[in-house]
């Protein structure tokens, strides 16, 4: 039983994961890397690995991709993680002859244990294996202020369980995390090693899907884009997930938490995926008024959390300003391009399903060139 391995890129930054992940003992079809770098370094860095591995790296490069594959595009001003994993769905079906299930793992991610008598006779069926991820947490720019929140007031308690989950673990010492993963100043701590609590959900970060599955879903592109992934497999195909003892080992770099256009990318794709999971493909301006009403309530009630905080330092006064931003911002929102933005992914979707061979033959011409 062989996998591929689908690992997209933007940038990378770390070489040797991606040696480590070919050297780690998976029995390997095929790794295909989906780059869609903005730095001609690592562009070169990249290809020279691929040249060191000629029989086993397939890559797709951003410009062999351009115009050829519409409307799945690489390159934007953000991460362009939805498209660059369809394109690795894409490429893992057009080659995927002589396996049975791939693996996604994103560019930060280095597998630490490969339990391989495990793992051969799992994917026979449909099923999706979740990998359990050690290392950085994975929380979005308001899951972290809400942490750094936690370190600033305890008293005050989160709605937010996983929040809640790492502050009880590491207490005092979410300083320590905060420091090392986000550019947000805190109090001075002294160093310790943390072994933190991970999220119980899926992650698109690292998880295996049976091939028999692979393509009958694809990822939206934006914010949270796996967790409605996930959802709709569940869903529409109810899928087994299963534990697969894999575990990786998360080297997030340091993350820049009060970017205000960062901050609105990913408040809008809570929101679609929001609305996605509660009303699927009934479009409706009400429904979608609710979900946005939801989460400007969460933002207010963080907001009167950092107003309760005495002697506030210049991180709190910076904090206090971007989610007032960010509530105005959604006060304004326009539901109507929001609305367009989601049928336009389920048309994206819908013409993939129906035209998928055509899909699949153009990609493999592609790279067979």
């Known amino acids: ?17 991606i040696r480590k992940i070919l050297l780690s003992g998976i029995p390997l079809n095929k790794m295909i890397i989906i780059d869609d770098s903005t730095k001609e370094n690592s562009r070169k860095i990249i290809e020279k690995i691929k040249d060191n591995y000629k029989d086993k790296i397939i890559l797709v490069k951003k410009s062999l991709i351009k115009n050829k594959m519409e409307p799945f595009k690489l390159g934007t001003p953000f991460w362009n993680l939805g498209n660059t994993r369809n394109l690795g769905i894409f490429t893992s079906m057009a080659y995927g002859k002589n396996c049975s299930a791939t693996i996604f793992l994103d560019d930060d991610i280095e597998i630490k244990k490969y339990p391989l008598e495990k793992i051969e006779t799992i994917y026979r069926g449909k099923m999706l294996g979740k990998i359990k991820i050690l290392g950085s ?50 109090q001075k701590t002294k160093n310790t090693s943390l072994i933190l609590p991970q999220r ?24 949270d884009e796996d967790w409605q992934f996930f959802d709709k497999y569940r869903n529409s195909f109810k899928v087994k997930e299963i534990e697969t003892k894999i575990e990786v080992f998360h080297k997030s770099k340091k993350k820049k938490i009060l970017n ?12 679609m995926t929001n609305y ?4 699927g493909e009934r479009f409706k301006t009400d429904y979608l008024l609710r979900i946005i009403n939801k989460r400007i309530s969460i ?22 300003d971007h989610l007032k931003f ?3 911002y959604l006060k304004k929102a326009y539901t109507i391009e929001i609305i367009d933005e989601m049928k336009k992914f389920h048309s994206i979707e819908r013409r993939f399903l129906k035209h998928r061979t055509h899909y699949l033959n153009k990609i493999k011409e592609i790279l067979d060139e």
């Open 1 to 17: 039983m062989k996998f591929n391995i689908i690992i997209p890129t933007r940038n990378l930054q770390n070489v040797s994961l």
């Open 137 to 186: 947490p994975d929380l979005s720019r308001l899951e972290w202020i809400e942490l750094y929140l936690k370190t600033r007031n305890p008293k005050l308690k989160s709605n937010n369980k996983y929040v809640e989950k790492i502050y009880s673990v590491c207490g005092k010492n979410s300083n320590i995390i905060i420091k090392k993963y986000t550019n947000l100043k805190t």
């Open 200 to 223: 119980n959900e899926l992650s698109g970060g690292a998880f295996i899907i049976s091939n028999r599955l692979l393509g009958k879903v694809l990822f939206s592109n934006w914010f």
């Open 260 to 271: 205000k256009s960062k901050l609105i990318f990913e408040e809008k794709g809570k929101i």
């Open 276 to 279: 996605f999971k509660e009303h």
């Open 299 to 320: 933002l207010k009630e963080i907001s009167e959390k950092f107003k309760k905080i005495g002697n506030k330092n210049i991180t709190d006064k910076f904090i206090l």
């Open 326 to 328: 960010l509530i105005n």
